[in-house]
């Protein structure tokens, strides 16, 4: 089943790069896709996975639209900078020298 969700805080590629590493590991997740200007992502996953996808996303700091206010929402804004940065400088970039060969 193809789920819709439209998500606070996705700022940047680096936001979409957290986003993209923590939806793709949910088993029973495939196919997702994050448009980041919008904020809207889809992807192929059982009904019983939706939940996960949403709480794993909230945890990253991207809740669902609507589903968080105040503080709540203060804090997602907060956790949200945090994954952006290990999105645009996580273990991929830190990689990048092995890769090359300049270890």
């Given at each position: 089943m193809r789920h819709e969700l439209e998500l606070l805080n996705v700022k940047c590629g680096g936001c979409g790069n957290s986003i993209l590493?923590?939806?793709?590991a949910i088993p029973g997740v495939s196919d997702p896709r994050l448009d980041v200007?919008?904020?809207h992502i889809s992807l192929d996953a059982p009904e019983s996975a939706r939940t996960a996808v949403a709480q794993a996303l909230a945890r990253l700091g991207?809740?669902?639209?609507?589903?968080v206010e105040g503080m709540a929402a203060?804090?997602?804004?907060a956790k949200s900078f945090v994954s952006c940065?290990?999105?645009?400088?996580?273990?991929?970039e830190t990689k990048r020298g092995d890769r090359d060969g300049d270890s």
């Open positions: 590493r923590a939806v793709g200007e919008s904020g991207y809740p669902e639209r609507g589903s203060l804090a997602a804004s940065a290990v999105g645009r400088f996580g273990p991929d």
